[in-house]
């Protein structure tokens, strides 16, 4: 008898095939453009190139902190005041600021021009909604109904792709009365020690 479940693989995501490759480009690159500064500019001019983004990108990081910080605790006194917190248009909060500071910390001439573009007003707001827009249409194509349903169908499926779906029957017996002993004494040895 058959359950309807395939044994063939499940092909890999693109994203899961690419991503190793584009990440290792990356560093690649990277390390291309370091050594031709490095080559026209000299070895010094590429260490204050790297340490004043590594400086630049903490102190956007710790920017980003705080104004997150303020941003969470003026949520807090509007809830304890009855009033609902203010909604935020994508790119107005502080995870793409961090993401830019984050970026500029990695050492690379690249990931640090992708940082300084991030922390433009403009740049992050486009990113900021293709994000939101992308997020959004990849939870309600994945379980067909948003958050929740992605949730219900992430918690039902193994992961070997079979669905195990059920429910929890109880006999109802008499409990046993004090001092009994045997498999119905209702006591359990705990299951790991």
Same mark, same amino acid.
């Given at each position: ?13 693109a ?10 480009? /990356?560093?690649? #690159?990277?390390? /291309? ?10 070895g ?33 006194q ?23 500071g984050? #970026?500029?910390?990695? !050492?690379?001439?690249?990931? $640090? ?5 991030? #922390? ?15 997020? +959004? ?22 992961? $070997? ?5 059920? +429910?929890?029957?109880?006999? $109802?017996? !008499?409990? !046993? ?5 045997? !498999? $119905? ?9």
């Open positions: 008898m058959t359950t309807g479940t395939s044994t063939a693989p499940r092909r890999r995501s994203a899961r095939t690419f991503l190793p490759l584009a990440v290792a480009a /990356w560093f690649i #690159l990277e390390i /291309w453009l370091l050594s031709l500064v490095a080559g026209a500019a000299g010094f001019t590429v260490a204050l190139l790297i340490l004043g983004g590594m400086l630049l990108g903490g102190v956007v990081i710790k920017r980003a902190g705080r104004r997150a910080f303020r941003n969470l605790t003026a949520s807090f509007q809830a304890q005041q009855g009033r609902a917190p203010a909604e935020r248009q994508p790119g107005q909060g502080n995870a793409l600021i961090m993401l830019a984050l #970026l500029l910390i990695l !050492p690379g001439l690249l990931s $640090d021009a992708v940082g300084l573009l991030l #922390l433009l007003p403009p740049v992050r707001a486009l990113a900021g909604r293709r994000f939101a827009r992308t997020l +959004e249409r990849s939870m309600t194509s994945a379980a067909g109904g948003g958050f929740g349903a992605a949730y219900q169908q992430a918690r039902i499926h193994q992961p $070997d792709g079979k669905v195990v779906q059920g +429910e929890v029957v109880r006999e $109802d017996r !008499p409990q !046993p009365g004090p001092g009994a002993s045997g !498999p $119905d004494s209702g006591y359990r040895p705990p299951l790991a020690s």
